[in-house]
């Protein structure tokens, strides 16, 4: 009990994690585009984990295993998941972001029934779409100021999302051969060759190479990337993938619906973002989700100590 207890905070943390990561992705793009944010990124990201390692701080061995088994894994999260979360973000608000994005548990249920054939019970199903319920309700009450950008956002978001439900699909395959920080150091390393490359070639063809370096001259710039370039990218990457060895995949996208309470609070607070009354009846109904997904799982353990005892 303890120990999954120890998993459900690690998960928790994660959340939390990722629903700031909306808040400083959004202020970093006040200083650079979103594939030089995300070159940049990825570049700190690789270099912490690079350092790491070359300390011997972690350990990277490939000794009989094939780094490049992977690379799915890696073009899925990060480069598919936020190359389009960005240029999402970018069209919306940091709390339609987090909207938007938590719809991932029903994709990832879907997918990981068909994929790994995980089989959720009934009240895991009305859990997640209680969960998804929340969000579809926000987006009917917002409904009103979508537009033609904004519906363009919505897309870039669900792509984002599914490719991240994907990536969750693929790292429980991969799980028992392994380990959290091999993916880890795979996924930094495809997200940093992919976005400097579209980065380089994207100044390179504008003539504009000079202004690939100007966001490193801005402190309000340099904060926001130390944030998302270890800790949302790095430290949740590490936290992810160990969770998914852990528990069901559909389980672990739950609790990415959790960063919705903080990106929304995130944008009230820091970016003085409306705060409706029907965001918080929908979040009601994600942690709702939430917390019907895991109180099944304890009911069961605690059964299962009863008959442990009867017998």
Request: charged share 15%; hydrophobic share 50%; proline share 2%.
């Amino acid at each position: 009990m303890t120990k999954q207890r120890s998993i459900y905070l690690l998960a928790l943390l994660y959340a939390i994690i990722i629903g700031f990561s909306f808040l400083f992705t959004k202020i970093a793009l006040q200083f650079a585009d979103p594939i030089d944010t995300l070159a940049y990124r990825f570049t700190l990201s690789f270099l912490v984990m690079g350092v790491a390692a070359w300390a011997g701080w972690i350990k990277i061995d490939w000794q009989g295993r094939k780094w490049w088994r992977l690379l799915p894994i890696g073009l899925l999260y990060p480069t598919l998941f936020f190359g389009f979360q960005v240029y999402g973000l970018d069209l919306m608000s940091s709390s339609e972001a987090g909207i938007f994005q938590a719809t991932g548990p029903i994709f990832t249920l879907f997918l990981a029934s068909l994929l790994l054939k995980e089989r959720a019970t009934w009240t895991q199903k009305l859990s997640v779409m209680c969960s998804v319920g929340g969000v579809i309700y926000i987006m009917a009450q917002s409904g009103a100021s979508v537009h033609d950008t904004s519906i363009v956002g919505v897309v870039l978001l669900l792509v984002s999302t599914v490719s991240l439900s994907l990536y969750g699909v693929y790292v429980r395959r991969f799980k028992e051969g392994y380990t959290s920080i091999q993916m880890s150091f795979v996924m930094m390393l495809v997200g940093c060759l992919v976005f400097n490359a579209l980065a380089i070639g994207k100044h390179s063809y504008e003539g504009t190479m000079n202004r690939l370096w100007e966001p490193l001259t801005e402190l309000d710039f340099i904060l926001p990337l130390l944030y998302i370039g270890i800790m949302s990218s790095l430290v949740s990457s590490l936290l992810s993938n160990y969770l998914l060895s852990k528990m069901e995949a559909f389980k672990m996208s739950m609790f990415v619906n959790l960063g919705t309470f903080v990106s929304i609070a995130a944008g009230v607070l820091f970016l003085h973002e409306r705060l409706e009354g029907y965001h918080i009846v929908g979040a009601l109904l994600i942690v709702g989700g939430v917390l019907g997904v895991t109180s099944r799982k304890r009911k069961r353990i605690g059964n299962r100590a009863l008959e442990v005892k009867a017998g």
